[in-house]
């Protein structure tokens, strides 16, 4: 079945490419009072037709622009025939509006969530966190954007002119079956070593082509998959400057000609395009395919081109080894697809450690496959952006240099961060962002207090 349909995406991928399918831009919402609708759709693909999930449409979610002290508050209107939860990935909130698994959305109802921007600026995201069915719900197009804007992001001369030289681009791959849709039917199989697509979309559309003029452009990119680790690069080894991470902007930008991001982070980068450019955004699967994702083509128009900044304003976590509590946290994959963190599978009912506000940590995580079960993990924790100290005993690359809240965990690797909470008390989750892993119990909570 997977050969015949990648046959056909082959063929089909011939003929798309010699149309012009110009990539969505996701809608962009702002303001104090934010309406989300969380309702089911469809979408139309070359093979057929799938059913989804959206907010305020058919597939994925409008972008949320914000800024740095701004107050929100939210209507979110429950549509679907099924509870469902949105949390904020990335966005220290109080507890109580975190959207983890404890505040659902009751079908037919209305969340009215409310919490002031404390962060500085960055790319977030928003997506459902509902116990056991994240990753059903994520893959069938409930996920958004979430950028913050502040006065330092304001003032730098690059690109921000949303949909025009600033650039959304969530990746995610789909697996399309020989009815042409996709269809969330994961086996044991994909929720140990992860549930792979066929194809890859772009906001939601498959081979989009995005026309440009010459110049410079930022894409803020997004692993928005279930359980796939992407290698983005372009077709013509075009060299980009990586300018942020997850927790915003790094300390040093870094050249290169490709990244490796893991499901839920996210990176902005600075690519210059001269006139008559032609090349593809390339999305290759860890340990699977890889596709030629978007088509980019330029115009013999000149537009705006940027110097790319070297260094940028950025605070990391100030920690102390001597003198900063300790904790370690081992991501276990065990047989019959049991996954545990430390020993323990989620419990709604059980608060794993407890720790005063105003405090920072120094967590160790440690990936420990059992036995054939080496697969790789990744580490998110609610309501903070933290620093990475070392990899494998070692200072990380220039990719972690900067704050994040998501990051990947290969077979046997040893990652330590510095971690701090801020202003806000209750009960937040730590988690793989593996949405097979976490839904089949590789979650814990902590208490701030």
Same mark, same amino acid.
């Given at each position: 079945?997977?050969?015949?349909?990648?046959?056909?995406?082959?063929?089909?991928?011939?003929?798309? #490419?010699?149309?012009?399918?110009?990539?969505?831009?996701?809608?962009?919402?702002?303001?104090?009072?934010?309406?989300?609708? @969380?309702?089911?759709?469809?979408?139309?693909?070359? #093979?057929?037709?799938?059913?989804?999930?959206? #907010?305020?449409?058919?597939?994925?979610?409008?972008?949320?622009?914000?800024?740095?002290?701004?107050?929100?508050?939210?209507?979110?209107?429950?549509?679907?025939?099924?509870?469902?939860?949105?949390?904020?990935?990335?966005?220290?909130? *109080?507890?109580?509006? &975190?959207?983890?698994?404890?505040?659902?959305?009751?079908k037919?109802?209305?969340?009215? $969530?409310?919490?002031?921007? @404390?962060q500085?600026?960055?790319?977030?995201?928003?997506h459902?966190?509902?116990?056991?069915?994240?990753?059903?719900? +994520?893959?069938?197009?409930?996920?958004?954007?979430?950028?913050?804007?502040?006065?330092?992001?304001?003032?730098?001369k690059?690109?921000k002119? =949303?949909? !025009?030289?600033?650039?959304?681009?969530?990746?995610?791959?789909?697996?399309?079956?020989?009815? /042409?849709?996709?269809v969330?039917s *994961?086996?044991?199989?994909?929720?140990?070593?992860?549930y792979f697509?066929?194809?890859?979309?772009?906001?939601?559309?498959?081979? $989009?082509?995005?026309?440009?003029?010459?110049?410079?452009?930022?894409? %803020?990119v997004?692993?928005?998959?279930?359980?796939?680790?992407? %290698?983005?690069? #372009?077709?013509? &080894?075009?060299?980009?400057?990586?300018?942020?991470?997850?927790? /915003?902007?790094?300390?040093?930008?870094?050249s290169?000609?490709?990244?490796i991001i893991?499901?839920?982070?996210?990176?902005?980068?600075?690519?210059?395009?001269?006139?008559d450019?032609?090349?593809?955004?390339?999305?290759?699967i860890?340990?699977?395919?890889?596709?030629?994702?978007?088509?980019?083509?330029?115009?013999? %128009?000149?537009? !705006?081109?940027?110097t790319?900044?070297?260094?940028?304003?950025?605070?990391?976590v100030?920690?102390?080894?001597?003198?900063?509590?300790? %904790?370690?946290?081992?991501?276990?994959?065990?047989?019959?697809?049991?996954?545990? @963190?430390?020993?323990?599978?989620?419990?709604?009912?059980?608060? &794993?450690?407890?720790? $005063?506000?105003?405090?920072?940590?120094?967590?160790?995580?440690?990936? @420990?496959?059992?036995?054939?079960?080496?697969?790789?993990h990744?580490?998110?924790?609610h309501?903070?952006?933290?620093?990475?100290?070392?990899?494998?005993?070692?200072?990380? /690359?220039?990719? =972690?240099?900067?704050?994040?809240d998501?990051?990947?965990?290969?077979?046997?690797?040893?990652?330590?961060?510095? +971690?701090?909470?801020?202003?806000?008390?209750?009960?937040?989750?730590?988690?793989?962002?593996?949405?097979?892993?976490?839904?089949?119990?590789?979650? /814990?909570?902590?208490?701030?207090?």
């Amino acid at each position: 079945m997977k050969l015949k349909s990648l046959i056909l995406f082959s063929i089909l991928s011939f003929t798309l #490419f010699s149309q012009d399918r110009t990539l969505p831009i996701p809608k962009l919402v702002s303001g104090d009072n934010i309406k989300l609708n @969380i309702q089911h759709g469809s979408i139309n693909l070359p #093979f057929g037709v799938s059913k989804t999930m959206g #907010f305020n449409g058919d597939y994925l979610g409008p972008t949320i622009m914000v800024n740095k002290d701004e107050f929100l508050s939210f209507k979110i209107n429950n549509d679907l025939n099924e509870d469902t939860t949105v949390h904020w990935h990335g966005l220290r909130v *109080p507890a109580e509006y &975190d959207g983890g698994p404890h505040q659902i959305i009751g079908k037919g109802t209305v969340w009215e $969530p409310e919490f002031k921007i @404390i962060q500085s600026a960055s790319t977030l995201w928003y997506h459902p966190h509902l116990m056991g069915k994240t990753g059903e719900h +994520v893959y069938n197009g409930l996920a958004g954007l979430f950028i913050i804007n502040d006065d330092y992001s304001k003032s730098l001369k690059i690109p921000k002119d =949303y949909g !025009v030289n600033d650039i959304p681009i969530i990746l995610q791959d789909r697996d399309i079956d020989r009815n /042409g849709s996709f269809v969330y039917s *994961p086996n044991m199989h994909d929720e140990v070593f992860g549930y792979f697509g066929n194809i890859i979309l772009v906001n939601g559309a498959f081979e $989009p082509v995005l026309n440009i003029n010459a110049g410079t452009y930022r894409f %803020r990119v997004l692993n928005g998959s279930n359980s796939s680790i992407f %290698r983005v690069r #372009f077709s013509n &080894d075009k060299k980009f400057t990586v300018i942020a991470g997850d927790g /915003g902007f790094l300390p040093k930008s870094l050249s290169t000609s490709e990244i490796i991001i893991s499901p839920g982070e996210r990176y902005e980068i600075l690519t210059d395009f001269d006139t008559d450019d032609e090349s593809f955004l390339i999305t290759d699967i860890y340990g699977g395919s890889s596709f030629k994702s978007m088509k980019i083509v330029t115009s013999n %128009r000149e537009g !705006v081109f940027y110097t790319h900044p070297e260094t940028f304003l950025s605070k990391p976590v100030e920690y102390n080894q001597k003198s900063n509590t300790k %904790r370690e946290f081992l991501m276990e994959t065990q047989m019959m697809g049991r996954f545990t @963190i430390n020993g323990k599978a989620m419990s709604m009912d059980r608060v &794993d450690f407890s720790l $005063p506000v105003d405090s920072t940590e120094i967590w160790t995580i440690k990936n @420990i496959g059992f036995g054939m079960m080496q697969v790789p993990h990744s580490f998110h924790v609610h309501d903070t952006q933290f620093s990475v100290i070392s990899v494998n005993d070692k200072k990380p /690359g220039a990719l =972690y240099s900067g704050l994040k809240d998501t990051i990947l965990i290969m077979p046997g690797d040893k990652v330590e961060i510095a +971690v701090n909470f801020i202003e806000y008390l209750g009960k937040y989750m730590y988690h793989c962002h593996f949405l097979e892993h976490e839904d089949s119990g590789m979650m /814990g909570q902590f208490l701030v207090e």
